[in-house]
């Protein structure tokens, strides 16, 4: 059976002066998180240069598999050091 796990979170990113610098912020992201073989996009906030509002999305046959790569997704989503995860949510369908 498919089950889909959806990551929503948000990062502060309290230093960026314009969405140039964001962007940089969310493609470095992006770049760490490559071997998850998620898709990520930015949902919401596109419009504000401080805050991203993303969701990472990954599909598999086993519920105990998405959860244990969310969590480490959670773990290096904390540990960026340009950005602090300031809200998340995960939905497994």
């Avoid at 089950?3 to 964001?22: N, R, Y």
């Avoid at 071997?35 to 999305?57: H, M």
């Avoid at 959670?74 to 960026?80: E, G, K, S, V």
Wanted: charged content about 25%; some cysteine.
């Amino acid at each position: 059976m498919l089950h889909i796990g959806v990551l929503q979170f948000s990062l502060e990113i309290p230093w960026a002066e314009s969405l140039k610098d964001k962007r940089r912020i969310i493609r470095s992201l992006k770049d760490r998180t490559r071997k998850f073989n998620c898709s990520i996009a930015e949902i919401d906030d596109q419009d504000v240069a401080t805050l991203a509002t993303l969701a990472a999305v990954m599909a598999a046959n086993d519920v105990s598999y998405i959860n244990g790569a969310m969590d480490k997704y959670l773990d290096i989503l904390r540990a960026i050091p340009d950005a602090q995860l300031v809200d998340q949510q995960l939905e497994i369908l």
